[in-house]
């Protein structure tokens, strides 16, 4: 069986790595149908390790000639949603990218969806934000659930929280991932030989150790926006605009690129073709891959695809365990708020 995907703001990769391996594990084969990003470097190094070249601004594709699909993946930008819940419809999402993926979900019908953001979306505006997405989302059909996830949960050695929604159309019994993987060694992840353009300063490395007492072990220092310095067994999130200083390898020098995909979890079989500063961005702009994977894993168990996802969904005995959730949401028309009667509350409180 082949499972046709489309892989929107693609930006290196992320989401289709997770998706082809969250495939793999049930053999089934997937098809990207579309892949769509509007930066040149990326589009570059998605071409160089998928063999597609990705359309540009998605805005200027009809829902018509966008290919049917059966999952809809998109990393959507994190840009300002204030527009959001102040009028009804569409017209709550008119001017953001979040328009985009309601309009090719409405007019493609996509059998379920993942989306993925900052975890400060769940915030954003009081929770407005966020519940008028949903709600959006809702009034096209969907059942919908979201969760925020840490990365440090799925086996990486980065502190790397991201909000995860997802859609299905039709009820189903979904179980959002639960299983804590123990974390990689960061001395697994990093290189070995370091050019010296990656070290700081003479000056600040020895404010660091002034900060810091040096272990034994390798650590990630973090400078927050204080200026205080902390030493940690992993990184903190990966930042696409932080400063050079933000991170360094027990307090001495920045992550080389491969480290940085490493830490998202992507595979050393990625070429990296882009400079140091456009990787550095693309990593830090990217999701956590085994975390998605995850997620596109109990997806693909609700919607029994594959072998393997059946016998998973049949070990479902009980859907009312913790950390499930029962999907059985009556949805209304766009723009109208959704009812439903005996059914366990459906959004998963966000952690603190």
Known sequence: MKIRFIDLFCGI??????????????NLETECVLS????????????????DDPVGDIQKIPSGLIPDHDI????????????IGSR?????????????????????????????????????????????????????GYFVDFKILNALDFGLPQRRERIFIVGLRGPGNFSWPHEKIPMKALSQLLEKKIPK??????????????????????????????????????????????????????????LTPREMLRLQGFPDAFRIVCNDSQTRKQAGNSLPVPVAEAVIKELLVTFKFGVAAN?????????????QMILFEKSGRYGKN????????????IPA
């Open 13 to 26: 990769g992320g989401f289709r790595y997770a998706m082809e391996g969250a495939a793999k594990s049930n």
């Open 88 to 140: 009804k419809g569409f017209e709550d999402a008119r001017g953001t990218l979040f328009f985009e993926i309601a309009r090719i979900l409405e007019g493609k019908k996509p059998k379920m969806f993942v989306l993925e953001n900052v975890k400060l979306l769940a915030g954003h505006n009081n929770g407005k934000t966020l519940s008028r997405i949903l709600e959006v989302l809702r009034g096209l």
């Open 72 to 83: 809809l993946l998109a990393g959507f930008p994190c840009q300002p949603f204030s527009i």
């Open 197 to 254: 353009k990656f070290f700081a300063s003479k000056y600040i490395r020895e404010k660091r150790n002034a900060m810091v007492e040096p272990t034994s072990e390798p650590t990630i220092w973090h400078e927050n926006k204080s200026g205080h310095v902390s030493a940690y067994p992993y990184s903190c999130a990966l930042r696409a605009g932080a400063s050079y200083n933000y991170l360094l390898v027990n307090g001495e020098r920045r």
């Open 36 to 51: 769509s990003d509007i930066d040149a470097d990326c589009q570059k190094a998605y071409k160089e390790n998928f063999g």
């Open 311 to 323: 016998q998973a969904f049949k070990n479902r005995t009980n859907p009312s365990l913790n950390g």
């Open 338 to 349: 959704t009812k439903a009667k005996n059914r366990r509350k459906i959004q998963t409180p």
